[in-house]
């Protein structure tokens, strides 16, 4: 009964949308950016998404970072991505007025992301860490 009633608070969670903004954002970033993937085919399924919030009052008062990373072809560059990534995925999610001229956008921060899935998460140790925070600010 636990894990049931768990799952069906979380969902809950979701439709009423009372999470912390940062990963409600998150969460929105990445399904727009699984959207445009299968619309797009030098996207390919692997993609992570982290927005950073600051607060004044306990209001939010604007973004400071947006992270996408998304996996794609080897034959595209990390200019094109960018250019799709924002126009396509963040653009259509984050609202105008949490954007300013210090918003800081990392669009595959990291470089190249053209392995994805476990094989690109596992490294030395050969497992998959994943880690969730949800805690009262992102």
């Known amino acids: 009964q636990g894990i ?3 799952c069906l608070a ?4 979701i439709q009423k949308n009372i999470w912390p903004a940062p990963i409600a954002y998150a969460h929105k970033l990445a399904k727009q950016l ?3 993937r299968r619309t797009h085919p030098i996207l ?3 993609g992570k998404t982290q927005v950073s919030v600051e607060y004044e ?3 939010i008062k604007r973004i400071d970072t ?5 996996q794609h072809t080897p034959d595209v560059s990390q200019q094109e991505i960018a250019n799709l990534i924002m126009k396509e995925v963040i653009t259509p999610v984050i609202p105008d007025e949490l954007l300013d001229e210090d918003t800081r956008y990392l ?6 992301f053209i392995v994805g899935g476990s094989f690109g998460d596992s490294g030395t140790t050969g497992r998959k860490i994943v ?3 949800l805690w009262r600010y992102g």
């Open 44 to 46: 390919r399924p692997d």
């Open 57 to 59: 009052n306990d209001q």
């Open 4 to 6: 049931r009633e768990s």
């Open 34 to 36: 699984s959207e445009v």
């Open 107 to 112: 669009i595959n921060p990291s470089g190249s």
């Open 131 to 133: 880690v969730d925070t």
């Open 66 to 70: 947006i992270v996408v990373s998304t």
């Open 10 to 13: 979380m969902h809950v969670m």
